[in-house]
């Protein structure tokens, strides 16, 4: 039958981006603990196009997609993207994949264990041969006000948080090591179960523990600058405020490689 995408172009204008967006799909996520988890994803998958090329060939991405038999992780996910580009025959493209992500928590006092629910995505991109990586979690935690705390003759003013972290990365790094910095710098992690003497244990380890959004993009930074595995970052913070109707946002973004903000 004839191929329309392959046919000419006359109009001498090149595509950055072509291909599929939001789709669903069930995948597995390799997790640290050498563990497997199933979930669904959101994809966008896209190739550059020739000036010259009229289309491309969407049922490719999808034939790419179906073909993954491994686990998610850092390396099979490079490996799906570089197999897309050259399945595509396509000189740079992109993929992206969301998704919830499940880590089994114990509770701090009591010990009873619990799943906790995160966002979670992976980005690569493909240009001549060079394969980019990113990782991103989006962590909620406890946040308690330094000020209220301050100002008060009893109690502070405390709320949920998200912090979330977008990583370039240069080495193999898991989910599970991004979302301990993020819950190592919030003024108390998160559970989805806790008992009463839990629940004693993490309020009064958020009080003790007061951080400004400031703070915490900060901290997290600290730690970031630190591993050799991660080649830039973007760190940001928002506090969904108790007493007030709006959100307190902070954003730390830096280059390694360039040395910069």
């Known amino acids: 039958m004839k191929d329309v995408q392959a046919s000419a172009d006359a109009r001498g204008i090149a595509i950055d981006e072509v291909g599929i967006k939001d789709l669903q799909h069930p995948i597995k996520i390799a997790g640290k603990a ?55 025959e396509a000189p740079s493209g992109r993929i992206e994949m969301t998704f919830p992500y499940f880590i089994a928590k114990k509770a701090p006092v009591s010990g009873v264990e619990s799943l906790m629910d995160y966002y979670a995505a992976i980005r690569g991109s493909y240009r001549f041969g060079r394969t980019d990586l990113w990782l991103k979690v989006t962590v909620p935690v406890t946040s308690l006000c330094p000020c209220s705390k301050s100002i008060s003759a009893y109690g502070a003013h405390n709320q949920r948080a998200h912090i979330t972290i977008t990583a370039k990365i240069g080495a193999s790094i898991w989910f599970e090591d991004l979302i301990g910095v993020a819950e190592r710098v919030a003024s108390s992690e998160l559970y989805a179960v806790l008992k009463r003497p839990d629940e004693k244990h993490v309020t009064e380890r958020a009080y003790d523990n007061a951080k400004f959004v400031e703070d915490v993009v900060r901290d997290a930074a600290l730690v970031l600058n630190e591993d050799p595995r991660v080649r830039s970052y973007k760190v940001e913070s928002e506090n969904f405020e108790s007493i007030h109707n709006h959100s307190a946002y902070a954003m730390i973004e830096f280059d390694k490689e360039l040395g910069s903000s």
């Open 34 to 88: 050498r563990t497997e988890q199933h979930t669904v994803a959101k994809l966008n998958m896209s190739v550059s196009l020739p000036h010259h090329q009229k289309g491309t060939h969407m049922s490719r991405f999808l034939e790419c997609l179906n073909s993954q038999k491994q686990a998610i992780s850092v390396e099979s996910f490079a490996k799906l993207l570089e197999q897309t580009m050259h399945y595509l």
